[in-house]
């Protein structure tokens, strides 16, 4: 049984970009600092290989962006499951009050979309959207203190939301759903990631990129 980690802190969303998958230690190492965080953290993970399977499947069958997106969040949620099954500090869940639920039990919840796979007004359902996006989603619902995406590329000292998007590291819609959010927002790749701990502890920290 995982011990119980005392969290009195306030919320971070920490999106966990799919491309760690063939990486297990390193997915280990990130949630090591979770586990120490005062903050509560709740972890995104992207599609990984379960999206990849869906874009190659829609590129040999020509099915419709918005089915194609229904499928990216079955993939986000089965993706969610196999890091609760590999990970036993993680717990799936899917509304804020199971998030909370997990928390008030120590562990770590790592968001299910379930819910939005019928469709969520102000989300478009196109390839436009994805688990960047749906990140600064939660972040605003859950009123967080910080967003966190860890990915596998390292961005600049700071940048804003639309340069990120223009350079391909995040999603088309990532500036629309990140300006709602008035909490720091970062982004860490491999350079950067001995510094997640301290940047759990303080989101505002200029580790990473600061992303404006």
């Not at 590329?153 to 340069?163: I, L, V």
Request: proline letters at 6%.
């Amino acid at each position: 049984m995982p011990a119980v980690l005392p969290r009195t802190g306030a919320r971070v969303v920490v999106k966990v970009g799919g491309s760690h998958v063939a990486d297990r230690a390193r997915i280990a190492t990130i949630l090591r600092e979770l586990s120490a965080s005062p903050m509560r953290s709740v972890v995104v993970p992207g599609g990984g290989p379960f999206a990849d399977a869906v874009r190659e499947a829609q590129g040999a069958l020509a099915f419709s962006d918005r089915l194609a997106h229904r499928f990216a969040l079955e993939a986000m949620t089965t993706f969610a499951r196999v890091l609760a099954e590999l990970f036993p500090m993680l717990v799936v869940a899917e509304t804020r009050a199971e998030i909370d639920a997990v928390h008030a039990a120590g562990r770590i919840p790592v968001w299910s979309v379930a819910r939005l796979v019928h469709g969520m007004a102000g989300v478009p359902e196109s390839w436009a959207v994805t688990s960047d996006s749906l990140a600064a989603l939660l972040a605003w619902e859950i009123d967080a203190a910080g967003l966190v995406l860890v990915k596998s590329m390292d961005g600049p000292e700071a940048a804003s939301a639309a340069d990120l998007t223009a350079a391909g590291v995040t999603d088309d819609a990532f500036f629309d759903f990140a300006g709602r959010l008035a909490c720091p927002i970062r982004l860490v790749g491999p350079a950067t990631l001995a510094g997640l701990g301290e940047l759990l502890a303080d989101p505002r920290r200029r580790i990473g990129t600061v992303v404006t």
